[in-house]
């Protein structure tokens, strides 16, 4: 796998998770509409998860732009 790869996965990821936790947040926005059913507890277990996958993802994009820099020096010397 090319480091490109493995940041556009990473920028993937850190998309999902963006998406998982705005639904999340919409969820619990509504859960006190008349009529909306809503696991609020689960809601918040899927806020966590999507804060603790998007920061994995960022760890991973971090690491790519970090080993592009390295390749850059060594590439100037």
């Given at each position: 796998?090319?480091?490109?790869?493995?940041?556009?996965?990473?920028?993937?990821?850190?998309?999902?998770?963006?998406?998982?936790?705005?639904?999340?947040?919409?969820?619990?926005?509504?859960?006190t509409t008349p009529?909306?059913?809503?696991?609020?507890a689960q809601e918040?277990?899927?806020?966590?998860?999507?804060?603790?996958?998007?920061?994995?993802?960022?760890?991973?994009?971090?690491?790519?732009?970090?080993?592009?820099?390295?390749?850059?020096?060594?590439?100037?010397?």
């Open positions: 796998m090319t480091i490109s790869a493995a940041m556009g996965i990473s920028v993937a990821g850190m998309q999902t998770q963006s998406q998982r936790l705005n639904t999340a947040a919409h969820n619990i926005a509504n859960s009529g909306y059913e809503s696991d609020t918040m277990i899927d806020v966590l998860t999507a804060e603790q996958g998007f920061a994995a993802n960022a760890a991973v994009f971090e690491t790519g732009a970090d080993m592009w820099d390295m390749l850059m020096t060594i590439k100037r010397d």
